[in-house]
């Protein structure tokens, strides 16, 4: 056998095996550990989820969900005394046929909120149907599951805004009196950086639940996204196995690539550009709003943020419609491929990135704060894990029921529920507000908390409590006002405190003014001789008394050097007295009975 040809061919399968090595997106970007890193899915509830006005049963499909995984917290931890770490959970895929795991997030709480997770609840045929999860009011210890509301009657605003820095709020039901009320919508004016959640209604197996409105912080300040995976090989089954997430999507691109699914109640990020996502219930971010039903509240605040720009909703349907007929040019749908695509590795394009240089890149811009954890504290994070994985069980245990239609019941059912492990640790801002002379009322909770981790500079605080609030009132009926049980806040008016300062400074002044004109009174009384005065020349001050003690310094001057208030103790045949000044009154009262 001649040697040569198999040293050849040993030679070609030693470069063939090297180029594999070497290219972009394999083994050597990504090691296999059982799952596909994706840049496009469903984004984590707890850090966004769409307001559909009219709530609807969630989605139904004929797989069970597989056990949880053991997750366990990434080494970078963002920093900020409201921020937890909220697990992951399994969401289904159409498009493979199978579940992704939904990774978990690093939240910058709402003030005043607690999250209650949502579930996959059993149905009939072995069927599984998603309860979407909520932030509830901390203060809630009841949860109240209401009849199906009306549909809604929004129709966006009825009247010109008082201002173009105003944002229209939706308007909704109200359950009060065993009977539903509109709540009709109204102008308001936003703060930045906060981005106001509407009141509505989460559908359950058990009833409707009613969410008051609430602030939020923006996206840029709420939180870490992680990328979500799929799992090609059951690794997660195995003993002693936990997940942990690597990579950040950038929210900085968050939005250029966003869409929603109001029958899942969830946001997407990434390629859904093909026309048959369409006709799955997937719409672009910027065109979902022009349906009355259907609330974007991450829409609706950046869409404040561009007012002054009239081409900016021009231009997002633009780039929408160029990544719908060019292929290409649409961002790549899973890590391995980004790696290799130019375009989207540029920077400020980059979609998502590992979570060591994502801490890296925004710590040194001065924007989110990251610090390394130790084991002890990822363990401790990962026992938190658990508290909320038992407790939405809990939640699953009160609302599960094998039935996938809207309740029809007309009863009103109520029951308690014990506190949520992920809570805020702030309060939200009381319902009053002191902006200006109109009052600005939003549905619950009416005006952002200026308290916390992203407080706004002193300045613009300054600025925007100086303007006056110039949307309209809102006129609501008792019966539309919600009741606390039921979530909602009553709204009364309280006097601003600069209005206060200003008044009392006012009162001061004219006090001051009448004590001064009755000292001149008195001295131009006291320096004129009592006998020298006719009938008619009575003064006035004579006429009229004043029993003020402050306003008759002169008349106790004259007392004291009186003999008869020489003693310390009065004597008993002496007059007694009526208070300071109290023998004059009596000499001008002989004078109007003489006259």
């Known amino acids: 056998m001649n040697p040569k040809p198999l040293a050849k061919f040993g030679k070609m399968a030693a470069i063939v095996l090297a180029c594999l090595f070497v290219i972009p997106g394999r083994a050597a970007a990504e090691p296999d550990d059982g799952y596909e890193i994706l840049t496009r899915g469903p984004v984590h509830e707890a850090f966004a989820s769409t307001v559909n006005l009219d709530p609807e049963p969630g989605m139904v499909i004929d797989t069970a969900p597989p056990g949880a995984i053991e997750e366990l917290p990434p080494e970078q931890r963002l920093e900020g005394d409201n921020v937890v770490w909220i697990p992951g959970y399994w969401a289904w895929d159409e498009e493979q046929g199978s579940f992704l795991w939904v990774s978990g997030v690093w939240r910058n709480l709402p003030p005043g909120r607690e999250w209650i997770p949502g579930y996959w609840n059993p149905v009939a045929d072995q069927r599984h149907q998603w309860i979407s999860g909520y932030w509830s009011d901390t203060e809630h210890t009841q949860v109240s599951y209401l009849p199906a509301p009306p549909r809604s009657i929004e129709s966006g605003p009825s009247i010109a805004a008082g201002s173009a820095d105003d944002m229209w709020l939706p308007g909704s039901w109200v359950y009060q009196q065993n009977k539903y009320a509109w709540r009709a919508g109204h102008w308001a004016a936003p703060r930045e950086n906060w981005i106001y959640v509407p009141a509505h209604y989460v559908w359950t197996p058990r009833g409707h639940v009613f969410v008051d409105g609430y602030w939020d912080h923006a996206v840029p300040r709420r939180g870490v996204v992680f990328a979500p995976v799929h799992f090609h090989r059951p690794v997660y089954a195995s003993a002693g196995y936990r997940y942990s997430p690597r990579l950040a999507v950038n929210l900085s691109v968050f939005t250029d690539h966003l869409f929603l699914r109001p029958s899942y109640g969830h946001y997407y990020f990434g390629d859904y550009y093909a026309p048959v996502y369409k006709t799955k219930g997937f719409r672009p971010w910027h ?206 008016k309280a006097n601003p405190p600069e209005r206060k300062s200003e008044q009392a400074k006012s009162d001061q002044r004219k006090s001051d003014q009448r004590k001064s004109d009755q000292r001149k009174s008195d001295q131009r009384k006291s320096d004129q001789p009592k006998s020298g005065h006719s009938k008619s020349e009575t003064p006035k001050s004579a006429e009229k008394p004043r029993r003020n003690e402050e306003t008759r310094p002169a008349e106790k001057t004259k007392q004291e050097k009186s003999p008869q208030h020489s003693e310390s103790k009065p004597q008993r045949d002496a007059k007694p007295e009526r208070g300071k000044g109290g023998g004059e009154e009596e000499e001008k009262g002989g004078k109007k009975r003489e006259k």
């Open 287 to 492: 065109e979902h709003h022009k349906k009355h039903r259907c609330y974007d509240p991450v829409y609706a605040y950046t869409r404040w943020c561009h007012r002054k720009e009239p081409e900016w909703e021009r231009n997002c349907k633009k780039r929408y419609d160029k990544l719908c007929d060019q292929e290409s040019a649409r961002p790549p749908r899973t890590w391995a491929a980004m790696q290799s695509h130019k375009e989207y590795k540029e920077p400020g394009r980059t979609l998502a990135a590992p979570i060591e240089q994502y801490a890296v890149n925004h710590t040194s811009a001065g924007g989110q704060k990251f610090r390394k954890m130790d084991r002890p504290e990822r363990e401790k994070m990962a026992e938190q894990t658990r508290e909320v994985r038992n407790f939405g069980k809990e939640r699953q245990k009160a609302e599960g029921r094998a039935d996938s239609s809207s309740p029809e019941s007309a009863k009103v059912e109520k029951a308690e529920r014990s506190k949520s492990p992920i809570a805020s640790r702030e309060r939200s801002a009381s319902p009053e507000t002191s902006r200006g002379k109109k009052e600005s009322r939003t549905p619950g909770k009416s005006d952002p908390p200026e308290a916390g981790p992203d407080k706004k500079k002193p300045e613009i605080a300054e600025r925007e409590k100086d303007r006056p609030d110039r949307g309209p009132e809102r006129s609501d009926p008792p019966s539309a006002r919600p009741s606390s049980d039921q979530g909602g806040t009553s709204s009364k």
